[in-house]
C-alpha cells in the first residue's frame, strides 16, 4: 500500500519533473508511525513508486505528518534532520539531493 503523501509527492514531480535535475536513484521511505514502507525511483525526470527492489540507497526515516509538512515547505529538511524528526540509514549525501528536489518543488 502506498501512502498518500508519496503519492503527493509523485503526482507532483510527474507533472513538473524539472525539479528531480537528472537525480537516478531509490530511496526508500519509512514512515514510522505507520509502519509502511514505499520505494522511490527517481529516474532523469520522473519519478515512482516501486516494489521490486533490491536495495535503496538510503531509508529515511519519518512520521506522514512530518512528511507531509516536508513536501508543502513548512519543515526544513536541514533543521527536521537535526532536531531528529527525520532519520536516514545508508548514504547521507542522498538526504541533500533529496532536500534540493524537494526544495523546488516547495518554490513553485
Known amino acids: 500500500m502506498t501512502n498518500a503523501v508519496i503519492d503527493k509527492l509523485i503526482d507532483t514531480i510527474q507533472s513538473d519533473g524539472k525539479g528531480v535535475g537528472g537525480y537516478n536513484n ?5 514512515f514510522t508511525d505507520t509502519k509502511e ?6 529516474t532523469g525526470d520522473n519519478a515512482e ?3 521490486d527492489v533490491e536495495s535503496a540507497s538510503c531509508n529515511v ?3 506522514t505528518k512530518n ?4 513536501i508543502e515547505g513548512n519543515l526544513n529538511p536541514q533543521m527536521a534532520f537535526m532536531t531528529g524528526k527525520i532519520k ?5 549525501t542522498q538526504l541533500l539531493k533529496l532536500s ?3 526544495s523546488y ?3 513553485k
Do not use: P, R, W
Open 26 to 30: 531509490i530511496i526508500q521511505f519509512t
Open 37 to 42: 514502507t514505499a520505494f522511490v525511483k527517481f
Open 49 to 51: 513508486v516501486i516494489t
Open 61 to 63: 526515516l519519518i512520521t
Open 67 to 70: 512528511f507531509e509538512k516536508l
Open 88 to 92: 536516514a540509514k545508508g548514504d547521507m
Open 100 to 102: 534540493n528536489i524537494l
Open 105 to 107: 518543488y516547495n518554490n
